[in-house]
């Protein structure tokens, strides 16, 4: 008997076999960020053609009216066809950058220089989903203006590491050259415009209601763009409503930090408190610098090999898949809707995820997608048994603690059916880890940094893929807690991240101090007023409380 070795067939066998490892739903390529796009391009478009003629042949031997064989098939024909344009296209991009940069140092003297692709893909963005970041931050103590001004400058601004400055991204603005992202060195820059205090808030008693209804009023009010898009608003007179009685009231008060996505993603704003602001830098849940997360060079290889071969269909798959649900019905007014959770003790959520043998990522999941369904049923509409969401996962290991974006996305289903809510996390967990196995994250992680590769026209209608209901972000932070400006103790932390281009609903997780909080951002084209967001929050809660309550329940993905 003779036997046929398939080699697409096998290579899809070494795809199943070679896991992502996703420690704390992250993704490990650190030599992707350095790798240089056309030369991994070119060298896996000639390394596959002797492989794909082979592979081809034992295709047709194993008959192409099986499903797998005509999977296999149009992978190979997808790649075929659009890899040559991909080489031809990225060396004339190469080639133009290489021109722009000269021309910058020679006639710009250091003042202008292109941005990173990683940070490029992030400076393209719609008026209706601005790429900022707010951070909410609640201190314990007495606000000193004076004190904040001095720690940023000293601590941040011109903190030197082997003889450069770390943040100098914060001394830059984003800008636009002969069609590419660029930065632009600000010369009249005054910390004293990124370093304020709210005037109309400046007498008044803030609670947490209060501050939520006032944050959209500032998110829908835009960072200038003629100095660095940042700033830290600060608000003297925070008071939680559990000590409104007391007289005197104690010393609080509230920060706002408002960065666009360009300058860094959330574990980058985490080194920025742990090495710049704190007093006592904190431990946090995760080591992003470590060697665990590295991999091998045949690993490499492979994830290369990979995502040349399947990722040009994955992608178009994912560019024109729509979904199409009571949440996606209108287009996004721009307007924003802003919930937070209740402290939830970050050992509810790990009891749970390990009863189950899920990930944090899926429980959250589950329990947004039930809080929807019941949403919907409120206003008497329909809604699909399963949802897709975006999921953000950051890239270990970091090189550095500079500002900078190391981030991949994934788009995950998520059971929305009537079932209970640990059955929902059962198969979302299932969905999960197989997305985690494919080859879709690194695909993705290179998508984005090509697309910020581009000229500003292409990327800006590259960037707009997003099809699906929901965002959903999870950022480990301190374990321990944490001390800014002279011994002044963050009490409370909620992160709100643009949820991205044409996505309505965005969910964010960030754990401090051995608990979390949850948050969504809602435009008004998906959550109606802030009555529906209340429900929705009160939905989540319940959710994660009803998964706690099934103690014995176990499953494998």
């Keep these: 008997m003779c036997c046929i070795v398939d080699t697409a067939s096998l290579g899809i066998g070494i795809t199943q076999y070679l896991r992502i490892h996703f420690i704390l739903e992250s993704v490990t390529m650190e030599a992707v960020l350095n790798s240089n796009i056309i030369v991994v391009i070119i060298c896996c478009y000639f390394f596959l053609i002797f492989m794909s003629i082979l592979s081809c042949w034992c295709t047709y031997a194993m008959h192409l009216h099986l499903p797998e064989g005509v999977e296999v098939a149009q992978k190979f024909t997808v790649f075929f066809l659009i890899m040559p344009f991909i080489i031809l296209g990225f060396i004339l991009v190469q080639a133009i950058r290489i021109f722009i940069s000269i021309h910058f140092k020679i006639f710009k003297n250091g003042i202008l220089q292109l941005m990173d692709s990683n940070d490029a893909y992030w400076a393209s963005e719609d008026p209706t989903s601005p790429s900022i970041t707010t951070t909410l931050i609640v201190l314990q103590g007495k606000l000193d203006i004076r004190k904040v001004i001095t720690v940023i400058k000293e601590r941040v601004m011109e903190t030197v590491v082997d003889g450069e400055k770390i943040y100098k991204k914060l001394a830059l603005a984003p800008t636009t050259r002969f069609g590419f992202y660029c930065w632009e060195y600000v010369e009249a820059f005054d910390i004293n415009n990124h370093v304020r205090i709210i005037d109309e808030l400046e007498e008044k008693h803030m609670t947490e209601t209060d501050i939520l209804l006032e944050i959209p009023k500032i998110q829908n009010s835009p960072l200038s763009h003629d100095r660095p898009l940042w700033e830290l608003l600060l608000i003297p007179k925070y008071v ?11 010393d609080y008060y509230a920060a706002l930090l408002r960065f666009h996505h360009c300058y860094m993603d959330g574990i980058s704003a985490c080194f920025l408190f742990q090495n710049g602001l704190s007093d006592n830098p904190p431990k946090y849940m995760i080591n992003p610098f470590s060697t665990s997360y590295k991999t091998t060079f045949l690993r490499r290889v492979l994830d290369f090999y990979r995502t040349a071969l399947f990722g040009p269909r994955i992608l178009f798959r994912e560019m024109f898949d729509k979904e199409l649900n009571i949440f996606r019905e ?8 802003l919930g937070m959770s209740k402290s939830i003790p970050f050992n509810t959520l790990r ?4 009863e189950t043998n899920s990930s944090i990522i899926s429980i959250l999941g589950t329990a947004l997608g039930g809080a929807l369904r019941n949403l919907a049923t409120k206003h008497g509409e329909e809604f ?5 969401a975006v999921v953000a996962l950051p890239v270990f290991p970091y090189p550095n603690t500079k500002p900078q974006n190391r981030f991949s996305f994934a788009f995950v289903p998520l059971d929305t059916s009537e079932n209970i ?5 059962q198969t979302s967990s299932e969905y999960i880890f197989d997305t985690y196995k494919s080859p879709v994250l690194i695909t993705n992680f290179i998508f984005m940094k090509a697309v910020g590769y581009l000229p500003v026209c292409v990327s800006k209608l590259m960037s707009k893929t997003a099809q699906v209901t929901v965002a959903v972000t999870n950022l480990p932070g301190p374990s321990e807690a944490c001390y800014l400006f002279g011994g002044d103790k963050i009490t409370d932390i909620a992160v709100w991240t643009p949820a991205g281009e044409g996505i309505g ?3 964010d997780v960030f754990s401090y101090n051995g608990f979390v909080r949850v948050t969504i951002t809602g435009d008004a084209a998906s959550i109606r007023d802030s009555s529906d967001m209340s429900d929705l929050i009160n939905w989540f809660q319940n959710e994660i409380l ?3 309550m099934h103690k014995n329940f176990s499953f494998e993905p």
């Design 384 to 388: 699909p048994q399963m949802m897709k």
């Design 330 to 337: 209108k287009p996004l007014t721009g307007s924003k809707i």
């Design 546 to 548: 009803e998964m706690s």
């Design 240 to 250: 939680y409503p559990q000590l409104s009685h007391l007289e005197p009231l104690p």
């Design 505 to 507: 609903i965005g969910l």
């Design 351 to 354: 009891n749970i995820k390990d």
């Design 421 to 425: 809510g640990v059955a929902r996390l």
